[in-house]
C-alpha cells in the first residue's frame, strides 16, 4: 500500500439495504495530518459530540451531593460506580430551572420538568394547546446536522404517549420528550434498540430497509454479511493501525446485534404497582446499555454529533426488583423524609449512575488520535428534578463528561451560586461550533467548566 493512499472522510460500506459508515481512520487524514496521528493526534483534529442523558424523579440528593470541591472533592455513595473515570467528568453542583417551577401554575412539577429540561422554556399548561421552545440540541442540530448522515438522534426506554392529559392538566408530550424541533412539535424518541440499529445502518427508502432486514432475520444473517467482500477489500489496503480499528469497530457492530437478539422486544409499558419484568428474556439493563451503545456507535461513525437519551419519563412507577427495589420509583421518590424510601430512592439512583459508567467506558474504548471518543463529547447527565419529594428545581443532579475536543478541564467538582441550566447549554453550543449569545432563560456562559 503506498504510503499516502488515502480514502475519503465519508465512506461507506454498501450492502443490500445496508450502509455502514467507518470510524475515523488514519488513512481518511490528509498526509500531514496522517503523520500526527501516528505521533498522536490532538482533540481538535476531531468532532465534537454532544448528547444528554436524562433521569427522571429527582435524586436522594443526600446521597447525591460530593464532598469537597475541586479536583479533590470525594464522591458520594451514589457516584461512586463512576470512580474509574473520576477524571473524565465535572460534577456540577448550583443549577437551576427556573421556568420549571410552577411561576403560578399550579401542581404538574413532573411535567415541567421534563418540558423545561433541554428547552429552559415554561410549558403551556394544557392537554391540547402544546407550548414550550425549541430544544438545545435541536438548536445544535440546525446549526451542524448537514455535517452529517442524521442531524441528530432521540432515544427512549419508555413508549410514548402524546395524547390526554398526563400530568395536572399538562398534555404527555411534556413528558415523553426531552427533544423539541419547535415550540409546538417533539422530537419523538426511538424506544426500540432494533429499530434505532436499523436506522443508523440501513440505506434507502423504509420499504426497502423493512426488506432487507426481514431477509436479513430469515436468513439469520449479519448486517456485516452485506459488505463483506467490500470489508475484506479494504482491509487489504489499509495500514496496521486502521486494519485494527476497523475490526474493532465491525465487532462491536456484531456484539450490539447479538445484545439485540438476546433481548427481545420492549414489553408492554408497566402498570402502576407492577413487579418484576414483564416478559422473560427483556431485561431494563440491557435495553438501557443497548441505548447508550447505539449512542457510541452513532459517534464513532460520525452519523450524528447530537443525541438525546430520556432513559424513563418523569413520574414513571417502574419497579427495581434488580436494584434491590421491587416497589416503583414515582412512589418511592415521594419519600416523605421515611428513611427507608430515601434508601431505595439511593439504590435506584446509584443503579442509573452505573449504567452511565458502562457509557463512559464505551466511549472511552474508542482510540481518537491520542486519545478518546469520550475526549472529543460533551455529555450532560442529570434529572430535572432534585428533590422529588418536593419536586424542587433547584440544585439540579448534574453531570458533564469528557473535554469538549479540549475546551472543557473535567474531573472537578463545580460548587456554584444558583446558576441557569441554559448557561451550561450555552457554553456547550458555542464549544459544539454553534454560535448562541443566549438560550432560553440563560444569563450568559458558564464558563468555569473551562
Not at 475515523?24 to 498526509?31: F, H, K, Q, T, Y
Not at 411535567?111 to 391540547?128: D, E, H, M, N
Request: with cysteine; proline share 6%.
Amino acid at each position: 500500500m503506498s504510503k499516502n493512499w488515502q480514502i475519503p472522510r465519508r465512506t461507506f460500506l454498501r450492502g443490500m439495504g445496508t450502509v455502514i459508515a467507518l470510524p475515523v481512520l488514519d488513512a481518511m487524514l490528509p498526509s500531514a495530518r496522517a503523520l500526527a496521528a501516528t505521533l498522536g493526534a490532538g482533540p481538535a483534529d476531531f468532532p465534537k459530540r454532544m448528547a444528554f442523558v436524562y433521569l427522571p424523579n429527582g435524586m436522594n440528593m443526600a446521597k447525591w451531593a460530593p464532598e469537597g470541591v475541586g479536583a479533590d472533592y470525594k464522591l458520594s455513595p451514589t457516584l461512586e460506580p463512576l470512580a474509574a473515570h473520576k477524571s473524565d467528568f465535572n460534577v456540577i453542583s448550583g443549577i437551576v430551572h427556573q421556568k420549571a417551577k410552577a411561576n403560578g401554575d399550579g401542581g404538574g412539577g413532573h411535567a415541567r420538568a421534563s418540558a423545561t429540561y433541554l428547552t429552559g422554556c415554561q410549558a403551556k399548561k394544557s392537554a391540547s394547546d402544546i407550548h414550550i421552545g425549541i430544544s438545545v440540541d435541536q438548536v445544535a442540530a440546525n446549526a451542524i446536522g448537514d455535517q452529517t448522515r442524521f442531524p441528530s438522534l432521540e432515544l427512549s426506554c419508555d413508549r410514548g404517549q402524546e395524547a390526554g392529559s398526563c400530568d395536572s392538566g399538562y398534555s404527555c408530550a411534556y413528558q415523553f420528550n426531552i427533544s423539541w424541533r419547535s415550540e409546538t412539535q417533539p422530537m419523538n424518541p426511538e424506544i426500540e434498540p432494533k429499530a434505532a440499529f436499523d436506522r443508523l445502518f440501513s440505506s434507502g427508502s423504509a420499504g426497502e430497509s423493512r426488506e432487507s432486514r426481514l431477509r436479513r432475520e430469515q436468513q439469520n444473517k449479519s448486517v456485516l454479511d452485506f459488505v463483506l467482500d467490500q470489508t475484506r477489500g479494504l482491509q487489504r489496503d489499509l495500514g496496521t493501525n486502521d486494519r485494527h480499528k476497523l475490526d474493532e469497530y465491525l465487532t462491536a457492530i456484531r456484539e450490539v446485534e447479538k445484545r439485540i437478539e438476546q433481548n427481545g422486544k420492549m414489553p408492554p409499558s408497566v402498570p402502576e404497582g407492577a413487579m418484576g419484568d414483564m416478559e422473560g428474556e427483556y431485561t431494563f439493563e440491557r435495553h438501557v446499555r443497548l441505548m447508550f451503545d447505539m449512542m457510541t456507535l452513532s459517534f464513532q461513525t460520525d452519523s450524528t454529533r447530537v443525541a438525546s437519551f430520556l432513559v424513563s419519563h418523569d413520574g414513571g412507577n417502574r419497579p427495581y426488583p434488580f436494584a434491590g427495589v421491587p416497589s416503583g420509583h414515582h412512589s418511592m421518590s415521594h419519600h416523605g423524609n421515611n428513611p427507608e424510601k430515601l434508601a431505595s430512592l439511593a439504590k435506584i439512583d446509584r443503579w442509573h449512575v452505573t449504567q452511565f459508567a458502562y457509557f463512559l467506558e464505551k466511549l472511552k474504548s474508542v482510540k481518537e488520535g491520542s486519545g478518546t471518543l469520550l475526549d472529543n463529547c460533551m455529555i450532560t447527565y442529570g434529572s430535572g428534578l432534585s428533590d422529588p419529594n418536593q419536586h424542587l428545581n433547584d440544585n439540579l443532579p448534574t453531570i458533564v463528561a469528557g473535554r469538549g475536543g479540549g475546551t472543557i478541564t473535567p474531573g472537578r467538582h463545580l460548587k456554584l451560586t444558583p446558576t441557569p441550566m441554559t448557561n451550561l447549554y450555552t457554553s456547550l453550543l458555542n464549544r459544539a461550533g454553534v454560535h448562541a449569545e443566549r438560550f432560553g432563560d440563560s444569563t450568559g456562559r458558564l464558563e468555569a467548566i473551562a
